[in-house]
């Protein structure tokens, strides 16, 4: 199997799990599990739209990968305001 069909099932795996995880209840739009799962489908799919390139799937799946990390980013900056909070409340 050649290894781009490999990282296509492998990015596949990730969004399916994300995705159903998601639906399911089981995470939601905040847990970091549900943005890496994005994360890591999206750069194995931008991985295989480089050879052929494929401009449309590369887009598509660079800004994918981009909007996860923001969402990761914002769970933790909310994360590290929270507990900036808490500790200046006890105090």
Sequence with gaps: MPALEVVSII??????LGFGALNLGW????????????ILGALCF?????SPFNAGL??????????GIYGAWKIMRI???RKAMKEATAQ
Excluded: H, K, M, P
């Design 11 to 16: 990015g596949s795996v990730f969004f399916i």
């Design 27 to 38: 995470v939601n739009s905040e847990s970091y599990s549900y943005q890496f799962a994005n």
């Design 46 to 50: 931008t991985y295989t739209a480089i």
């Design 58 to 67: 590369f887009i598509t799946e660079a800004v994918w990968a981009l909007i």
């Design 79 to 81: 994360a590290r305001d």
